[in-house]
C-alpha cells in the first residue's frame, strides 16, 4: 500500500470533498490541526505554532505524499509529534471511546486530502 | 586556570537553573498579580477552610490534627516540599493527599475523606500552604528512587490515540503555542492549584487526568502508584523551585 514515501491510491476509491475537508481541518474535536499549526482560516483566532503553517501544503507535497503523512507521519518521522490520524496498532492505554478506531476515517482522510492539495503556494508575480 | 574553571562552572549552573520556570510566568500579568495578592487569590478561600478543618475534630471522640500537629506552621512547616514520600507501612511512596486521607483512616477514624472532595483539597491546601517560599526538596531515600524511575518512563512514554508523552509537549514543546496557550515546563509548584478553567481548586492529579484525557488516553486512577510516580518524577525535575501554593493557572 506504501510506495516509497507515498501512498497513491485514495483509500475510498474516489476523491474527497474539499468544504467537508477544511470544516475538519479547523474542528478541534475532530482533526484538531489548528492546535499545533497555522493556515488560512481568519476566521479562528487561536492557531498554534508548534508544526509548519498550512499554507501552500498541496506546493509542498503530491497526493500520495501527503495522504502518507496524514495517514502516519511517523512513517517519515518517527520523532514526529503529529498523530498518526488513519493507524490503530502501536498505540498505549487508548481511551476506552477512542479505542480500535481511527482519529479520521478513510473519507474523512480523503476531504482533508482534497483540501490540503487546494492550497497552493502563492507564486511570485 | 582552576579560577576560570570554577568560573565557567558556576555560570553553567546558573544557566541551567534560569532555564526552568514557574507556569506563574507564562500567565498574563493580572493573573499573576492574583496570585500574588492573598487578598485576591481564590486558592486561599481552601487555605482558610483547611485552617478551619485543621482544628477541628471529625468526630466528637476523634482527635483534630492539630491535636497531635500542633501548630501547622510550625510542624507543616516544609512538609509539601518534600513530598511525595516513602511511606514504611504501605512499602511504597505515598502523595500528600495520601497521607491525610491515612492519617484520616488511621488515627482520627473520621469519615473517610474522598479525592478531589472538598475536605481534602482544602486539608492539602493549608498543609502545602505552610511550605510556600521554600525550596522544592525532594527525599534522597533509596525507597523514592522506583517511584521517580517508573514516573520518568511514564513521562517519557507516548500515550492515547493522539500519540504523544508528556516530554514531548512540556520538555520540547515548552513556550511554544498549543493552539492560544502557552505550553508551560509543567512544574508542580503550587498544587492544589485554583485553575481558572475549573473554578475551583484542583489537585496535580486532576491536572494530569486533564492531559490525558486531552491526548484521549485512559486516565491512571485517584491516588494509583503511577499518578504517585509521575508526581515524585515532577518533583524531582522541579527541585529547588519555590513552592507557591495555592497557585492560580490559566
Request: include cysteine.
Amino acid at each position: 500500500m506504501v510506495a516509497s514515501d507515498a501512498v497513491v491510491q485514495s483509500l475510498t476509491g474516489s476523491a474527497g470533498d474539499p468544504a467537508r475537508g477544511r470544516a475538519i481541518v479547523a474542528d478541534r474535536q475532530k482533526g484538531f490541526c489548528l492546535l499545533c499549526h497555522s493556515g488560512p482560516f481568519p476566521e479562528e483566532p487561536l492557531q498554534g505554532n508548534l508544526a509548519p503553517s498550512l499554507a501552500g501544503a498541496g506546493s509542498r507535497w503530491n497526493e500520495g505524499q501527503l495522504r502518507l503523512r496524514l495517514m502516519d507521519n511517523k512513517r517519515v518521522n518517527p520523532e514526529s509529534i503529529m498523530p498518526a490520524y488513519h493507524r490503530i496498532e502501536g498505540l498505549n492505554r487508548v481511551g476506552a471511546n477512542w479505542r480500535d478506531r481511527p482519529i479520521l476515517s478513510a473519507a474523512e482522510i480523503e476531504d482533508v486530502l482534497a483540501f490540503l492539495m487546494g492550497l497552493k503556494a502563492e507564486r511570485a508575480p | 586556570m582552576r579560577r576560570i574553571a570554577f568560573a565557567l562552572l558556576a555560570c553553567c549552573s546558573v544557566a541551567v537553573a534560569e532555564e526552568r520556570r514557574s507556569g506563574l510566568l507564562d500567565m498574563r500579568p493580572e493573573a499573576q498579580a492574583m496570585q500574588r495578592d492573598d487578598s485576591m487569590n481564590p486558592g486561599m478561600l481552601w487555605v482558610l477552610d483547611g485552617e478551619a478543618l485543621w482544628g477541628h475534630k471529625p468526630n466528637p471522640a476523634a482527635q483534630s490534627c492539630a491535636d497531635c500537629h500542633g501548630d501547622a506552621a510550625s510542624s507543616m512547616r516544609g512538609v509539601a516540599a518534600r513530598y511525595p514520600a516513602f511511606d514504611a507501612v504501605q512499602g511504597a511512596a505515598i502523595d500528600l493527599a495520601g497521607r491525610i486521607i491515612q492519617c484520616r483512616e488511621t488515627r482520627q477514624g473520621g469519615a473517610p475523606l474522598a479525592r478531589e472532595g472538598q475536605e481534602l483539597l482544602a486539608l492539602t491546601s493549608f498543609v502545602a500552604h505552610q511550605s510556600r517560599g521554600l525550596p522544592i526538596a525532594p527525599p534522597n531515600d533509596a525507597g523514592m528512587r522506583a517511584a521517580r524511575a517508573q514516573g520518568q518512563s511514564i513521562y517519557i512514554t507516548r500515550l492515547g490515540q493522539l500519540d504523544l508523552s508528556c516530554a514531548q509537549c512540556h520538555d520540547d514543546h515548552a513556550g511554544g503555542r498549543l493552539a492560544g496557550s502557552v505550553i508551560p515546563q509543567g512544574h508542580p509548584t503550587g498544587y492544589p492549584i485554583y485553575r481558572l478553567e475549573w473554578q475551583r481548586v484542583g489537585s496535580l492529579q486532576r491536572r494530569l487526568r486533564g492531559c490525558m484525557v486531552g491526548v484521549r488516553a485512559e486516565p491512571f486512577a485517584y491516588g494509583s502508584a503511577e499518578f504517585i510516580a509521575i508526581e515524585a518524577y515532577l518533583m524531582e525535575r522541579a527541585r529547588g523551585m519555590e513552592v507557591e501554593t495555592p497557585a492560580i493557572r490559566p
